[in-house]
């Protein structure tokens, strides 16, 4: 059974940084590419970046480019999204998503196993 646990969320201060992990079980990551997405209140999910399966291509919203980075640990099972810079809008419960296929992408309906969410919020 495919689970995705996502964790280190927090409140930080703008300018802080945090590092979400998105822990995985049921599968072998090798062969997964892995999306995090994030949901706003009274917004839509929005992709914010992903990774291939290899870990050779990785991809960014444009919002988050040069701020936020994306790798994975497949020994560990483990993918990861270090923030920093953060701004008030990152705002968000932040997800991570899993596909058996070696290319990724930000859209939604490309993944078919979800976690369940972290919560990520900017504030002074």
């Not at 979800?114 to 919560?119: A, L, S």
Request: aromatic share 12%; hydrophobic share 30%.
């Amino acid at each position: 059974q495919l689970q995705l646990v996502e964790s280190g969320g927090g409140l930080v201060q703008p300018g802080g940084s945090l590092r979400l992990s998105c822990a995985v079980s049921g599968f072998s990551l090798d062969y997964y590419a892995i999306g995090w997405f994030r949901e706003a209140p009274g917004k839509e999910r929005e992709g914010v970046s992903c990774i291939s399966s290899s870990g050779g291509y990785t991809n960014y919203v444009h919002s988050v480019k040069g701020r936020f980075t994306i790798s994975r640990d497949n020994a560990q099972n483990t993918v990861y999204l270090e923030m920093n810079n953060l701004k008030p809008e990152d705002t968000a419960i932040y997800y991570c998503a899993a596909d058996e296929r070696p290319s990724c992408s930000l859209v939604t309906y490309f993944y078919n196993a979800w976690g369940q969410g972290t919560q990520v919020t900017v504030s002074s």
